[in-house]
């Protein structure tokens, strides 16, 4: 089913998606905000340049941007996932508690921040060219991977990644000899179960945008988690 957004508010076209079909295609999106939130079981493939919070409260559904997207997609999203063939703004996944975010090129600032897991549920962002000022602030769990992919020469992180982190885990692809981490935290260069673990997400990264899987995953990655003598710890974590 398309729907031609051209004239709607967010109120409307979120009326329209709960009543369509499982597949819906969103045509004409022009900034509005707050698509799809809450929504769960359906497909959506969207042309344009959604407005802030897309995704939001996001309960299984899965999202597709032919384009850019602006700030906080994702934000608080439960399950599902989120493909954007461009770049998104800032706060990508904020507080983000499962589902996928998939970035094809960059974030601004904070993404990921307050990201966390609970139980069986594990939040994943990948992130495929370079990441804004504060990547993972106050990480709670996770994962984020930032892959540095066409950004042509430029820092792939911005300053002061994985403030506050007490949780989770982020991956770098490269040394990140140039990135200066907090304190709270242990940077270590990712070993082979390393690259296991976050394989599927790289592969699935690959398939969606052409990339070779091989010459991604070839030569280092860094891998950052908390430090447990972290300070922040106490202040966020129940015991």
Known sequence: MIIDTGGMEYREINSALR???DEIKLTGCLGQRFIAAGV???TIEIEGIPGNALGAYLNGAKITVNGNAQDAVGDTMNSGEIVI???????????????????????????????KAYKEKMPVMVIGGAAGSFLGEY????????????????????????????????????SCEDIVFPAGVTVTQAGHE???????????????????????LSGDYTLITPDTKNPYKQMYVAN
């Open 194 to 216: 390393d690259i296991e673990e976050i394989n599927p997400y790289i592969l699935e990264y690959c398939e969606l945008f052409g990339y070779n899987t091989d010459e991604v």
């Open 85 to 115: 063939r461009g770049d998104v703004g800032d706060a990508v996944g904020y507080a983000m508690r499962g589902g996928k975010i998939i970035i094809k090129g960059n974030a601004g600032y904070r993404a990921g921040i307050h990201m």
């Open 40 to 42: 769960s079981g359906k």
């Open 139 to 174: 990480q709670a769990g996770g994962l984020i991977v930032v892959l540095g992919l066409e950004t042509e020469g430029k820092r792939i992180v911005g300053n002061f990644p994985c403030t506050g982190m007490h949780g989770g885990k982020m991956f770098i692809r490269g």
């Open 19 to 21: 009543a369509a079909s």
